[in-house]
């Protein structure tokens, strides 16, 4: 299928990696109960209401078979998520402050009437990439450090921009002089890595990304590294 407008070729590939983890027997749909995991696999965490107000959605649409959702209505799902639910309900009112962006809105009232909280790491979850490095790149100009192309940097290999992102977001936290930073070799670029997630984790980012998830500059994992940090960055405002 082609990918729908918010979602890039590369989403949509991680997507049906995420698809095939929960669709171990290759049948080409899942349980309307294992949505909840797909949405974990995916990075797409969501609230337990919230899964249970898209498969309502979907029964009302016609969109479910005999109470199985395939790939294309998951992604089709996706796509609402990130068009719908991050204009709408999570409102990514964007406002600057002293360098730093919020995303508006704490809370969400439920169709059923009932009022919901959102962490910050729940909000930043559907923000779409470019905010993110918008904001990771803005951060890093203002404490006057290096900025980040994308998530497929080669940089961050180095784990350099990680680093400069958590001592921009708690100035003086990393130690400068325990990294190395030019030609370096595989076990140095790991090493810089562990103490950049260590670190992350210190300040009270969620990191859940491995050391060598930043080595191998693997996108959608740097992406959630990078998102975290984000997150515990806004607690500042």
Avoid at 228 to 234: E, F, H, I, K, P
Wanted: proline letters at 3%; hydrophobic letters at 40%; aromatic letters at 6%.
């Amino acid at each position: 299928m082609a990918a729908p407008p918010q979602i890039s070729q590369d989403e949509l590939e991680e997507l049906r990696e995420a698809f095939a983890k929960i669709d171990v027997d290759s049948h080409g749909h899942i349980g309307t109960e294992e949505l909840n995991d797909l949405f974990k696999a995916a990075n797409l965490p969501l609230p337990g209401y919230r899964v249970r107000e898209i498969i309502q959605d979907l029964t009302k649409t016609g969109d479910l078979h005999d109470g199985k959702v395939t790939f294309d209505e998951f992604a089709n799902v996706v796509h609402g998520l990130k068009s719908t639910e991050v204009a709408k309900t999570f409102k990514k009112a964007i406002n600057k402050k002293e360098g730093i962006y919020a995303v508006a809105g704490t809370s969400e009232q439920s169709s059923s009437g009932t009022q919901h909280s959102y962490s910050e790491e729940e909000k930043v979850a559907f923000v779409n990439d470019d905010t993110i490095v918008t904001w990771v790149n803005d951060t890093l100009t203002q404490a006057g450090k290096g900025t980040i192309s994308g998530f497929k940097d080669g940089s961050i290999a180095t784990s350099m921009p990680v680093l400069d992102l958590i001592d921009a977001i708690q100035p003086g936290s990393i130690r400068y002089d325990l990294i190395k930073v030019e030609d370096l070799t595989e076990e140095e670029k790991l090493n810089n890595a562990k103490y950049a997630i260590s670190m992350a984790r210190k300040i009270g980012a969620r990191v859940y990304a491995l050391p060598e998830d930043l080595v191998e500059v693997k996108p959608k994992m740097v992406m959630t590294v990078f998102a975290c940090l984000m997150a515990r960055g806004m607690k500042r405002v």
